[in-house]
């Protein structure tokens, strides 16, 4: 076997033991970065690229612990979940078996650089902070070969110079796995230049300030208004002054599938 496949396969098997054996150890700090309403401008211009009508089918690459799962079952999505991890997967369907019980669902456990499904079997993929475990472009190859034509994938991925998640992650290295890697704008540019009208987009250079109030009991309200202030003010600063934006906190690419048909 050839040493780059041999690595790969190293990789993903790290991978998998720490999420099965040492995710348990993040859930307090994912729940500080990401409980709503955090998040949740990514979250939903993400899904609103999409434009899913209700019953359609959505992949969620490296679907984790199901939020983002669940918010596109709530939009009345038939959601195909996949991840590494078993564990991970168990609490998503925890979480949307609690929180929506309707919800159109199934859950697969599978590696996203080689996913278990047929050419051109999905015309929305979605994908929160997976790009950054995989092989880019084994990833970009993968998502190219499952989208229809005309079809939509986003993915939004922690970028690796905001000062302070920088400084975070160095501080916290136990809370993440080995072979992660934060990207750069150069890397979802390149994940996203095979496809049609590859879209960029920045998310958080002075939000994360506002998580000192999430830390403080009895501060949520406090927190959610600056965090919502302060999301806006990033927003101009990153539409006006385009240097700024590697160093925000959050990217996210957005690509159309080229028409079978050209
Ligand atoms: C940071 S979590 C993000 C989960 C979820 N998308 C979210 O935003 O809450 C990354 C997930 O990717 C999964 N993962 C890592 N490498 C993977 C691979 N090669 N194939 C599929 N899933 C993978 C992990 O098991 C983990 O659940």
């Keep these: ?23 348990h150890r993040r859930h307090r700090l994912d729940s500080l970065l990401y409980d709503p309403p955090a998040f949740d401008d990514v979250v939903q211009q993400s899904i609103d690229f999409l434009q899913g009508d209700s019953g359609e089918l959505v992949l969620d690459m490296g679907c984790g612990e199901g939020k983002e799962a669940l918010e596109l079952a709530s939009r009345n999505l038939y959601v195909v979940g996949t991840d590494l991890s078993y564990t991970q997967l168990k609490r998503a369907r925890e979480l949307i078996k609690q929180e929506l019980p309707q919800a159109k669902l199934c859950l697969i456990q599978a590696n996203a650089e ?22 880019l472009d084994a990833s970009s190859k993968e998502t190219q070969r499952l989208l229809s034509s005309n079809g939509r994938a ?31 704008l150069s890397d979802l540019e390149h994940f996203g230049h095979t496809f049609e009208e590859p879209k960029l987009q920045t998310y958080y250079l002075l939000a994360p300030l506002a998580y000192t109030f999430r830390l403080i009991p009895g501060f949520e309200k406090m927190f959610a208004t600056i965090f919502s202030l302060l999301s806006t003010l990033d927003q101009v600063l990153l539409t006006h002054f385009t240097f700024l934006r590697r160093f925000a906190w959050y990217g996210s690419i957005m690509v159309l599938q080229r028409s079978h048909d050209k």
């Design 154 to 184: 986003t993915f939004a991925e922690p970028m690796a110079r905001h000062f302070i998640i920088w400084l975070g992650r160095r501080l916290t290295p136990k809370l993440r796995t080995d072979d992660e890697r934060p990207m750069k």
């Design 114 to 135: 080689q996913l278990p499904f047929a050419n051109s079997s999905f015309r929305m993929i979605y994908g929160k902070a997976i790009l950054h475990h995989l092989d």
């Design 1 to 23: 076997m050839p040493d780059a496949v041999m690595d790969r396969k190293q990789v993903i098997q790290r991978e998998l033991l720490w999420h099965e054996q040492e995710s």
